[in-house]
């Protein structure tokens, strides 16, 4: 996977081929696509006799038989009705296969990204991956509901066509045949141009749906700054680059269109003027020739419709492409094979054995370098150290949203790499520094943390986080909505709200990272009790910059350029001098606290 800017770089659909992408999410529904397959060909057949009943009824005129030429009426109304049926059941079946197949797809694309670690959401905008699962999606639902139906029912009347029109009069078929080249021609060099195009203007609208993603989750940022103008700017530049490149290939289908519809019906007014001449030359019927104009229009129809769809079928091949590529991406965080099960219950002993650890995107710089450390079961260990100095970074590898390039993490003796994700997360509890708050009520906010919680449970893990007053204080109070990214909260009370989730969560292993540090003095000493009491009889890892908050730790680990400078307790490390008594010498002697 590779961001927007790349897009150039990423291979080109070579053809329509590429829609064999969307067969797995095509198979399940097998019955309802041979019904479909059974209405189209019994539509398009219909739609083959039709002409015949016509000529029956034209030729008919000239008899004196009355009660025949009633049958031939009413033989071509109820093929008329058989026909509007049969479409109708054709309509229904591909329609709701169409967005049956899209809902799958995107339900597969959503769990495969939120299965992904962080290191993907480094490589792509968010905003991308939204354009994905919609315009892309979208497009496939034109091909699938519509597309794909139509064409097959033009292949059909084009090929029963050309059989009936010979069957009508060869002559005149041979005459139609030699306009073909000419048509099929310019379907394919202009097709190549359109898919390379079509894959160019889906690149275009991700890049700026990501553009817009990240301008509006940061609104506030980018008005505080005065930077609207810039980012409207940025955003108007990508769209006109969208727009240009969609101008590009409308202008190269609209004139592919033009030559096949002009050489198609060209071709039909000559045959009609040699076929008008033989009419009147008695060597075939006024039906006859009525029959054969009905044919060659529903033959040219096909022809223009196929060229209509052609263009199609290249802009979902690209969309297919980008979501198969998307569903296909490489995550080296993966869970075991034949994963281990975590020792129950869990004691929350935490062990890092020679740990080296550098980001993706930073391959040339060691987050951390050869760190060991153990954390006994219900020990509170604080890490503290300047910022970049590895701190968060001990947290995202004890979640594995990331794994170490050498050395392990073991979790009650058994390495994070043995262990399904999903199973050693159950028994952590995370406050993160910039705490998530979910656009829904405060209730279910907090209710995150363990979705079978009761009401009661909500409002006790409220009241130990120092949230209760000021949720219920809200015009609905727990049921209140909080907006998106909890915009209805200062930072301090979202900051509250996420340590309540955690309580609620009552996991063995606690997770702090600077859970405390948007708080007030008043409302820090609150949390700080309730953090204390949560943390007695769980292993509680603190990372934190405030030094008053850990001062009461079992251990403190002192980070400093991706190693530890230091381990012990608070009184210990400022007599030991060093790193840590410069930090507390800086916080508590000069008020920075």
Do not use: C
Request: charged share 20%; proline share 4%.
């Amino acid at each position: 996977m590779s961001d927007s800017s790349g897009s150039e770089d990423r291979p080109k659909a070579k053809k329509v081929g590429a829609l064999r992408g969307l067969v797995p999410f095509l198979a399940p529904y097998r019955g309802m696509m041979g019904l479909a397959l059974m209405a189209l060909i019994m539509t398009a057949s219909v739609s083959l006799i039709l002409p015949l009943a016509v000529r029956r009824v034209v030729d008919g005129f000239n008899t004196a038989d009355v009660a025949l030429l009633d049958k031939y009426f009413g033989a071509a109304l109820g093929i008329a009705a058989l026909l509007a049926v049969g479409t109708g059941l054709r309509y229904y079946l591909v329609t709701r296969l169409g967005e049956r197949v899209v809902a799958d797809i995107r339900r597969a694309l959503f769990d495969r990204v939120m299965g992904m670690s962080p290191a993907f959401f480094e490589r792509i905008m968010t905003g991308e991956v939204l354009s994905r699962i919609t315009t892309d999606t979208t497009l496939i639902l034109s091909v699938i509901g519509s597309s794909v139906s139509v064409a097959l029912r033009n292949v059909l009347i084009l090929f029963g066509g050309l059989a009936l029109l010979f069957l009508t009069s060869g002559k005149l078929t041979g005459l139609v045949l030699l306009v073909v080249p000419a048509i099929v021609v310019p379907i394919i060099v202009l097709g190549r141009k359109l898919r390379r195009l079509s894959r160019e203007n889906q690149d275009w609208i991700a890049a700026s749906s990501g553009s817009a993603s990240e301008a509006l989750s940061s609104v506030q940022t980018v008005q505080a700054f005065t930077h609207e103008g810039a980012t409207q700017a940025e955003f108007a530049d990508l769209t006109e680059k969208s727009f240009s490149s969609a101008k590009t290939r409308i202008k190269t289908r609209a004139v592919m269109t033009v030559i096949v519809i002009f050489l198609t019906f060209a071709g039909i007014v000559g045959v009609l003027w040699i076929g008008a001449r033989d009419v009147r030359g008695g060597a075939m019927t006024v039906g006859a020739l009525i029959q054969f104009v009905i044919y060659a229009v529903m033959v040219a129809g096909a022809v223009g419709a196929l060229s209509e769809i052609w263009g199609e079928l290249q802009r979902a091949a690209g969309a297919t492409e980008r979501l198969v590529e998307l569903l296909n991406t490489d995550d080296a965080i993966k869970d075991p094979t034949r994963p281990v099960a975590l020792p129950r219950p869990v004691k929350g002993e935490i062990a890092f054995e020679d740990v080296t650890f550098r980001y993706p995107t930073r391959p040339d710089t060691s987050a951390l370098n050869g760190v060991s450390l153990r954390v006994a079961p219900g020990e509170t260990v604080a890490l503290v150290g300047p910022s970049g100095a590895g701190k968060t970074t001990i947290l995202q590898l004890l979640m594995r949203f990331y794994d170490p390039q050498s050395g392990q993490i073991t979790l009650d003796g058994v390495a994070l790499t043995d262990l399904a994700r999903a199973d050693f997360r159950r028994s952590i509890a995370l406050v993160p520094q910039d705490p998530v708050i979910f656009a829904t009520s405060a209730r279910e906010n907090i209710r995150f943390g363990r979705p079978g919680a009761t009401d009661a449970e909500v409002e006790v893990a409220a009241k130990a986080a120092a949230a209760h007053d000021f949720l219920a204080a809200l015009p609905q109070g727990y049921d209140s909505y909080l907006g998106e990214r909890g915009v209805m909260l200062s930072g301090g009370q979202k900051q509250r709200v996420a340590i309540a989730r955690a309580i609620l969560r009552d996991a063995p292993i606690l997770l702090l990272d600077e859970a405390t540090s948007a708080l007030d003095a008043e409302s820090e000493l609150l949390v700080q009790a309730a953090v204390e009491k949560l943390a007695e009889g769980r292993t509680t890892l603190v990372v934190a910059h405030r030094l008053a908050t850990v001062k009461r730790a079992d251990r403190i680990v002192v980070f400093d350029q991706g190693q530890i400078a230091a381990i012990g307790t608070h009184d210990a490390l400022v007599a030991e001098g060093g790193l840590y008594a410069r930090l507390a010498r800086l916080q508590f002697t000069e008020g920075l606290v």
